[in-house]
């Protein structure tokens, strides 16, 4: 499903080249395909809620490789769930282009392009607020969320197929712990691949900075379920490769190395 080209291709980038969004680094409402009539390639990132670890994580990986979008002339366009304030602390957090990121108040893109809703089980006695906030924390535990658990022991366990993440003279800050230095890892796992604890203490400095920030990325809890999707298209338009996230911490087909897709 995730690399294949699908027969609805087209329709995908109808609605993308039809949608207009406001735009973080002016606040005015633009096509989110402005300027990317020249593209060599085109990648459009449909993310789920600014606040969302996922989002963090996958605008920590582009800024990561930003030399490789550069050197296959990859234009990027994000569009994520939240108001120009929530853009504007994401992409002061994450180094994000504002000029790139487009915000959805209502997730109607999402609807539109069929992403996956998350878990929507109903408790009539709930508010939507809260029915949102006990799916989110039942997909956390696995449910209606598939490979998040492993993903999140992954973090933990360290992974071998995946690159270091920390180099050994930087030093993490701004978590509930002490101040990290890479060279930590390496004397606890070796170096050149991800090393045991190594991405869950950089997930842990992104969930510090949106639970310390709760209001301005998620203004509105209603839509912490939804889920978004990557999609790459070739300068006419076509469809050359697409995923969709399936549940939390789901966001690429290759967790170890999410934008090998760009290979």
């Known amino acids: 499903m995730n690399t294949q080209t699908r027969d609805h291709s087209p329709d995908i980038y109808s609605i993308l080249s039809q949608t207009q969004r406001l735009r973080v680094s002016d606040g005015e409402i633009k096509p989110v395909l402005d300027g990317c009539s020249n593209a060599s390639q085109l990648l459009v990132l449909i993310w789920s809620q600014l606040g969302d670890f996922d989002n963090l994580e996958y605008a920590w990986w582009l800024r990561r490789e930003k030399e490789k979008l550069s050197s296959k002339g990859i234009t990027v366009r994000a569009v ?14 994450t180094g994000f282009p504002q000029e790139w990121l487009f915000v959805d108040e209502t997730a109607e893109i999402h609807t539109l392009l069929g992403l996956y809703r998350g878990l929507t089980l109903q408790f009539p006695t709930l508010s939507i607020s809260q029915k949102a906030w006990l799916n989110l924390m039942l997909m956390c535990a696995g449910i209606g969320s598939p490979g998040t658990l492993k993903e999140v022991f992954r973090g933990y366990k360290g992974d071998r197929k995946a690159p270091q993440l920390i180099a050994d003279e930087e030093v993490v800050k701004n978590t509930p712990l002490p101040p990290i230095k890479g060279s930590f890892f390496k004397a606890a796992g070796g170096k050149g691949f991800q090393r045991p604890f190594e991405l869950a203490t950089l997930r842990l400095r992104n969930m510090t900075e949106v639970l310390s920030n709760w209001n301005t990325y998620v203004p509105d809890s209603s839509y912490l379920t939804q889920r978004g999707g990557t999609f790459l298209f070739d300068p006419q338009g076509k469809l050359i490769y697409e995923h969709r996230d399936r549940g939390i911490l789901g966001f690429a087909e ?5 934008l090998s897709f760009l290979d």
């Open 254 to 258: 290759n967790m170890s190395n999410p």
């Open 80 to 93: 994520g769930i939240g108001n120009r304030n929530s853009g504007i602390k994401f992409c002061e957090y």
